[in-house]
């Protein structure tokens, strides 16, 4: 006879419940401590809002007015160390973080003065939210976008479950390099419901990672309740059913909170982690602006009226006026001073209209508009002093031949004994004695536990992946197929690509993307693109494409060493080539933005990359025109040696540029936008472009063939070029 057996998570999953014995017996400094954060919070947000309604705020302002105690409650179990991430309702958490640092010891919110430093804190993050210099970020980040590292604040997502990932990857750094701290995503019902979410959850708990999955769950994304888009909406359900331990809580509730959070930091320093807390709680306004949802028609002012009697400042105001710790005096106290300190902060960033009430903006505290491209990417003096060496050099001593892969393998081995802050992450990179490509051959033996095995999650590891680099360690991801860079694309785009420009600068991002191109193996349609064009449209990236095992090596160590993102383009059809290289030398670097001459000529320039450098070299030798070949080695806006481009075009009035991918994927019509701009006056001809058809090769072999450029194209370019 068929039976049923239950079946529980393996991990802990509860709610705590708490009554006014657990607010007794917290220490009374603490509940008035969380009361004055609360109301400072609130203060500061209905401010915002009135700047808002003044036309003072460009862009959205996401208050976070209802919500406090979750912020309060789960900042007082964090200390400066930890780090933390938000969405784009964070102000709260933010200003908290910010505060805390500068919050002297023993400080007494019914007696002492707010100190300079404190001030500071709350001048300088209105600022940034007002999109004003001397906000952490410069005014570039606004109300969305907020970092300060030095607080533990390493940078909050607009993106929708953008950021789990990278509280991920935070933790991931702290573990790899040994330090007892904790990292913090927080999020909402309408984050948890997003494939990135889960896939940090997941990573984090794969890797035991000591991050928090903090999930403000206040029922409602924008204007749609939780229960119209999933079924199961206890949230926490999430991190259970990953084997998290999880725990649910009243977000209204700032001790509930904190007990929630204290009892997390207790898990993790017993289990390592990760942790989910689900708290429970209502916005009171719209999602953007002080109207009411129930002006919107989504909710009804009756729920709007239940929520607000569970107020959470009017519940810690009546709490602590019961328990006899706070006069009427001293609240109104309190009060008066949180709302002068704001107002304080408001006034030093307006000024009045002349000849009338309105305020304006001082024209001093803008952002110069000169500025607006600054910071992409940083100025590369970190390789400044590293060993350099060339084609020329390289052939002036001994040399040794070797397959592009070894070369690969070993570069890699070779970086990794000098720093330890390089770890390798991606899909089988610890198995099949090196992965899938060979790449970590000879690294699994010596460092096992700097070779992470990531789940098929492209997009969440590569969250991860930058989060570990904005945290202290320097990530190898390994992309298996370019089309699986579009899984990635979020990350790639919005977070990796962005992150340093929306920031304002002033810190490293040293993340490494290996991308394998595989277009002629017969794959087909979704595992044979090159995804060169979609890094390109992103100026926070580097990119390389070595076309020989020379190349790899020294472009690979420049960007170990760099500062910036840097994708490398692997084309798997030189992993088997041999190449000649350095006897015994894996450590010598290429700069960035050098292309390299690969074969002298007067009659036309050929621009190329990857296999298509030897494709052109050889449909030279075949047709007997004296073309002058550039090996471009750097694709990015940053990095393209226009210099040296342009030195041959002089000489020769005539481009071609070749590249096997195909057409829809080619970079080679900005290219031509960028000479015809540099160098019109030097064109005799026009600018013949060598691509693959429009769509993307397919399975059968003959279509495939059909479906890539080859030596034969470039052939009959260089004919017509030079013939006209």
Known sequence: ??????????????????????????????????????LLVRRFEEKLLDLEKAGLIHGPAHSSIGQEAGAVGAMSA???????????????????????????????????????????????????????TPGYCGGRGGSMHMRFADAGVVGTSAIVGGNPPHAAGYALADKVLGRDQISVAFFGDGATQNGASYEAMNIAAAQSLPVIFFIE?????????????????????????LGIASIECDGMDVVAVHRAMVEARRIIRETGGPVVVEALCYRHF?????????????????????????????????????LGLLSSEELARIDALVTDRVGAAAARLTEPVPGGNALRIPDSLWPDPAT?????????????????????????????????????????????ARDPRIIVMGEDVHQMRGGVSGFTKGVLERWPDRVLPMPIAENGFTGVALGAALNGLR???????????????????????????????????????????????????????????LFAMFPGWRIVTPSNAFDYIGLMNSALECNDPVV??????????????????????????????????????????????????????????????????????????????????????????????????????????EIQERFFDFLDHEILRVTGGLAAPTVSAVLNRAALATSADIRDALHKIAEN
């Open 217 to 241: 769950n206040n029922l409602y994304g924008v204007s749609t309740r939780i229960s119209e888009v999933t079924r199961e909406t206890r949230l926490s359900s999430r991190g259970a059913m």
């Open 78 to 132: 964090l200390v400066t160390g930890d780090k933390i991430n938000g969405t784009h309702r964070a102000h709260h958490q933010v200003l908290l973080k910010l505060l805390n640092p500068a919050v002297p010891q023993g400080f007494d919110i019914r007696e002492d003065a707010f100190t300079p430093e404190m001030d500071d804190a709350i001048y300088r993050f209105m600022a940034e939210i007002m999109g004003l």
């Open 475 to 533: 990530p190898i991801v390994e992309v298996m197929f370019g089309d699986f860079c579009f899984t990635a694309a979020d990350q790639i785009a919005n977070g990796v690509g962005k992150v340093r420009h929306m920031f304002g600068d002033g810190f490293p991002v040293p993340l490494v993307m290996r991308v394998r191109v595989s277009p002629h193996t017969g794959y087909g349609s979704q595992h044979s693109g090159d995804p060169s064009a």
């Open 372 to 416: 607006r491209d600054q910071g992409m990417l940083g100025d590369l003096s970190e390789l400044a002093g590293k060993r350099m060496l060339d084609h020329d050099a390289m052939r002036a001593g001994p040399v040794e031949k070797v397959k592009f892969v070894t070369a690969a393998s070993e570069t890699l081995a070779a970086a990794m």
């Open 1 to 38: 006879m068929v039976s049923q057996t239950p079946l529980n998570p393996s991990a802990p999953w509860f709610r705590i419940e708490l009554d006014e014995t657990d607010w007794r017996e917290e220490e009374a400094q603490n509940l008035i401590h969380w009361y004055g954060q609360m």
């Open 286 to 322: 719209h999602q953007s602006g002080g109207r009411n949802g129930s002006d919107f028609g989504y909710r009804s002012k009756e729920e709007e009226a239940i929520w607000r009697e569970r107020d959470p400042v009017a519940l810690a105001e009546a709490r602590l006026s019961a």
């Open 568 to 673: 490398v383009i692997e084309h798997t059809e030189l992993y088997q080539r041999e190449f000649e290289v350095p006897a015994g030398d894996r450590e010598f670097h290429i700069p960035f933005g050098a292309a390299n001459i690969v074969r002298s000529g007067m009659q036309c320039t050929v621009l190329a990359t990857s296999v298509m450098v030897q494709n052109t070299v050889k449909a030279a030798e075949e047709s007997g025109i004296d073309a002058e070949i550039i090996d471009l080695r750097n694709i990015d806006h940053h990095g393209m040696d226009w210099e040296l481009i342009g030195t041959s075009i002089a000489k020769t009035g005539r481009v071609v540029i070749a590249e096997q991918t195909a057409r829809s994927l080619s970079m080679g019509a900005i290219w031509t936008a």
